[in-house]
Structure formats: C-alpha cells, structure tokens
C-alpha cells in the first residue's frame, strides 16, 4: 500500500516535472568573457598630439565610420579594413554621438564637437591629457557616462586614440 | 498613439533610403505606401496564421491550458502575465520556453527556441491576448523579485567591444537623443509598448522577429556579446523590459522599422 503511493507520487512529480525540456543555456562564461574592466586614468605617451596630415586623417577615419568592412572610402595610411586575422577592424563611429565639421547623419547624445580648438582648447577649457583620457576611458572622467570605451578594453591601441585626440583638437578646413 | 509610430517609423524609413540628416524628415512617397500598405496589411499576420495551424496541431489550448494550470477561458489574462513563474517549470519562463513544455508535455518533440515553428507559434500564442494589458508582476514572488533584480543588473552592465550598456541607449536621460539618424526609443513608452508590440514584423529584415531576438540584435550591433535565448539572464532581461511598459495593450503581430 505504502509503495503504490509513493509510486503514485513519484509519477505525479514526473508528469508535472517538465523543467529539464525547457532551452535554458547558460550564459555565465559568455558575460564573464565579455566583461569590462573597471575604468582607468592613463596619461598620453609622448608626441601623442600632433598636426601631422597622416594623424589627422586616421583619427578622422577611425572617427566617421563603424568598421572598416562597411567603410565607404578606403583607410588612410596606417590603418585597414581587416585585422591580422581576418576579422573586421572596428572603427570608432563617434560620428553616432557627436557632431563634429564634415558630420553625415551624426547623433547627438554626446555633445557637439565641432568647432572644438577654439571654443574648448583655446579657451583653456580643456587640453590634451583631458581628451586622451576622454576618448580612452571616459568612466574616469565621468562613472554613468553613455560613451563608449576604447582604450582600456582594447578596441584601440594608444597610436589610434592619440589619432582620435589629434582630429578631435585640430583646427579644421 | 498609433499616430505617433506612423511618424516615428516614416521617419525611421525615411533614414533608411538613404536620406542625409537634412532631408531625415522627408521621405519618398513609394516609402509612404508601403508603410500604410504593412499597417492595414502586416506581413507577419500570415505567419501569426501559420502559428496557429502549427499550435493547434501540435498542442491545442486545451492541453496547453491544462498545462499551465489553467482554465481555457483564462488563457488571454494569464498570457498577458508573461514572463512568470510556472510550476511546472519551477521557475519563470517566457511564453517561448512554455511551448517547449507543451510540447513534452504531449509528447511531441520539443523544438528549439530558434526554431521558426516556435517563433510563429509564440506569436499566435501571445496574439490570444491581444486587447489585453501586460499585466506582469515582478513583486509575485521571489522567482519574480529575483529575475528583476537579474534583468536590471544584466542591462546595465558596461560589457562588450565598446564598454556599452543597454542602459547607454535607453536610460531615461537619453530617450528621445539621435544615435546616428536614429531617435532612441523609450521602451516603456505607449507608443513603443516594447513588450506588447513583440513579436513584430521588422521591416529593415522582412520577417518577423521575437522581443528577445530584437534584444540580441541590439547586442550584435553595439558589440555586446550575445546572450543565448533561453538563457537566465535574457529571460530576466525580457522581465525587466516588459515591466517597463506594464499596462499597454497587446497587439500582435507589431510592425517595427
């Protein structure tokens, strides 16, 4: 008797049991992975800041387009499409956020950057170092800010975010 | 409100051909046509159809209803409450991850999540509550309380290949703000009714796609690495997303840019 109920039971729980049917991967390596280190203060490396025509063009490049896959025009100088291993390079897309001379279809969740070395440089505002941390890791700067990350997380190497404060600061056409 | 996704969409359509910012307000009138023609006329109303053939073949309400749990009559009120704890599942589940229960339940073979035959039935399923109001409740219990808390975190956690988080684009300081061309959408708006208005027809993609599919497309493209449907932290995020637009109607199929 006893053992006929606890059959019963156990078939009852069998039936109404049907968690392990449902699609349920785990997703804890995946977001471990993509995780983002905390945000960190960095100075620029010597000579970063320059007028150079090859700088400017690559900040501007990695500035105005999303990847180097979907880019219109070919990169400058220093620069390409791919990465060694075939990957697309991702550029900055800054141009989503911010105005800036020369803007197509720009956004404007961060604040209008054309016009910049007179109304933010010249005027003592702001100077490099402000930048380069800006664009490298903009938590430090501001810990809910809505800008992207592109240093400390290695989207970019210093070289390129040092093109990106070049064309932010220089003055143009 | 109705009205106001027509704009919102002719604007969005008008971006899409390749409009410049200055001209991002026009649109071609071929453009216009073919928004009213999917609004009167959605594409995706055949795939809702298709679900319903798929679903009352392979399920029925009644077997589904029984299920659940629940009276048949009661399947509109307790689809609208979706994402929520279901016994049988001990846990919360989204209405997707309930067909995959069904299906066992009746012993067919349970399909997976991906699956075109899930999508179209998610839609049918959820379209029987249409005219209903999202009614989930994150305080229900603590399955609920859990997932919220879940939902919340995973969106506004900075990850990916540029720092970003769903919070970067759809924090409430930035609603309404361009990326590019695009307006951000408040989620929890009327007119977005994010969770009422999934599944929708997307017309940038021509098929018809699931909340938590539309979720993983903005993942892809801000460089977040996607998380799996299914998955704990994208059922928590349908959760918190959902609760953001508690109270609007449910209109499935949804017709989306």
Not at chain 1, 43 to 48: K, L, N, P, V, Y
Request: glycine fraction near 6%.
């Amino acid at each position: 008797m006893r053992k006929v109920i606890l059959l019963a039971i156990a078939a009852f729980l069998n039936a109404a049991d049907l968690s392990q049917v449902i699609e349920s991967p785990d997703a804890t390596a995946i977001l471990k992975k993509d995780a983002l280190s905390a945000a960190k203060a960095v100075t620029m490396i010597e000579g970063c800041i320059s007028n150079e025509p090859a700088v400017i063009a690559r900040g501007k490049y990695i500035f105005h387009n999303l990847n180097g896959k979907d880019a219109k025009e070919n990169p400058p100088e220093g620069l390409t499409r791919l990465l060694p291993d075939g990957k697309e390079k991702q550029m900055g897309n800054c141009v989503a956020c911010h105005n800036i001379e020369g803007a197509k279809g720009y956004g404007n969740i961060g604040p209008d950057l054309s016009n910049y070395k007179a109304l933010y440089m010249d005027s003592g505002a702001r100077n490099g170092q402000f930048v380069y941390q800006k664009i490298a890791d903009p938590r430090v700067d501001n810990a809910k800010t809505h800008m992207t990350v592109n240093l400390t997380n290695g989207l970019f190497n210093e070289r390129e975010v040092c093109d990106l404060a070049s064309y932010v600061m220089a003055t143009k056409k | 409100m109705r009205l106001l996704s027509v704009t919102t969409a002719l604007v969005c359509l008008a971006l899409l051909s390749g409009a410049n910012a200055e001209e991002k307000l026009s649109m071609s009138d071929a453009d216009k046509a073919m928004y009213t023609e999917m609004l009167e006329n959605n594409p995706a109303a055949m795939e809702v159809a298709e679900g319903e053939e798929l679903f009352t073949s392979l399920i029925g309400q009644a077997a589904y209803a029984k299920m659940l749990g629940v009276k048949e009559k009661d399947l509109p009120k307790t689809i609208a409450n979706f994402p929520r704890f279901v016994k049988p599942a001990g846990k919360v589940v989204t209405l997707s991850q309930t067909l995959q229960m069904a299906m066992a339940d009746v012993g067919k073979p349970v399909l997976k999540l991906e699956s075109k035959e899930v999508v179209k039935m998610t839609a049918y399923v959820k379209s029987l509550a249409n005219g209903q109001k999202t009614s989930i409740d994150v305080k229900a219990n603590p399955h609920m309380k859990e997932m919220m808390t879940l939902g919340q975190s995973v969106f506004e956690e900075r990850r990916g290949g540029r720092g970003l988080s769903c919070n970067s684009c759809h924090s409430s300081d930035v609603i309404g703000q361009r990326l590019r061309m695009q307006p951000l959408p408040d989620l929890g708006a009327k007119e977005t009714a994010a969770a009422g208005t999934w599944p929708a027809y997307r017309m940038t993609q021509s098929q018809m796609v699931t909340l938590d599919k539309r979720m993983q497309q903005c993942m892809k493209n801000a460089l977040l690495a996607e998380i799996p449907l299914g998955s704990k932290e994208m059922v928590a995020l349908e959760v918190y997303v959902t609760n953001k637009t508690k109270g609007n109607e449910i209109q499935i199929p949804g017709l989306k840019r």
